[in-house]
């Protein structure tokens, strides 16, 4: 019974490949979100989508894709990895995109090499 | 400025001490703060809000301080248990409209020794 959940847990591979990351939240939230965190801990969010519409992209390259294909789920589609991507990416989500409390994923921890 | 931010410590005290941490956040039009904790290799996970006119849960503290823009946290007889990374989250809604945007400090590192 697991709130929010990613797969896969860990994520090795070459540069210049693409790879996806999967969340899934059970708790019939409206919002979800994807966060980088860095190897000096720096959490920063990337995107947010309310309810499969993006509501929150920062700067980030294009190189990233959210996909949402309804609101319990929200994909992250990495192409042309860097060794700069190297970090993990926590999924999370909150009851609505209102400053409410957010349930974070265990993280998948993507290594670029 | 960061935006927010917070003294990445460690702090380092005995079992039973008291500590307390500040966060502070650069936007003035910053609506709602928490506190989270996040273990070694783990997710964040939400400690406590924090509401204007202070709260405790337990052993722990939270203040805001709207004027001086910063929020604090107070840990009263710490336990072993109590060594994690604490993050401050600020919410800002922007002056573009939009929705809330989440911001976490660094975290600062907390480590409880017997």
């Known amino acids: 019974d697991t709130a929010v959940s990613q797969t896969p847990k860990y994520l090795v591979t070459q540069m210049g490949n693409d790879k996806s990351i999967k969340c899934e939240q059970n708790l019939g939230h409206d919002t979800m979100y994807w966060y980088k965190q860095d190897s000096k801990k720096f959490l920063k969010i990337m995107f947010s989508y309310n309810n499969k519409e993006l509501i929150i992209n920062e700067t980030v390259p294009n190189r990233f894709s959210p996909k949402s294909p309804d609101k319990a789920h929200l994909n992250l589609h990495i192409n042309s990895l860097e060794l700069g991507d190297s970090a993990v990416y926590f999924c999370?989500?909150?009851?609505?995109?209102?400053?409410?409390?957010?349930?974070f994923g265990p993280g998948t921890r993507l290594t670029v090499l | 400025r960061k935006e927010v931010e917070q003294d990445p410590g460690p702090f380092n005290v005995p079992e039973g001490a008291t500590v307390a941490f500040n966060c502070t956040y650069s936007n003035s039009a910053s609506q709602s703060f928490f506190w989270y904790r996040q273990d070694c290799r783990k997710e964040p996970k939400l400690l406590m809000s924090?509401?204007?006119s202070g709260n405790e849960d337990g052993r722990f503290t939270a203040q805001l301080n709207r004027a001086s823009q910063y929020i604090s946290l107070l840990i009263r007889d710490s336990k072993l248990s109590d060594s994690a990374t604490y993050l401050c989250?600020?919410?800002?809604?922007?002056?573009?409209?939009?929705?809330?945007?989440?911001?976490f400090g660094r975290g600062t590192s907390l480590i409880v020794h017997p």
């Open positions: 924090v509401y204007s």
């Open positions: 989250v600020v919410n800002t809604f922007p002056a573009s409209g939009g929705s809330y945007i989440p911001t």
């Open positions: 999370a989500s909150s009851v609505d995109r209102g400053a409410d409390t957010q349930y």
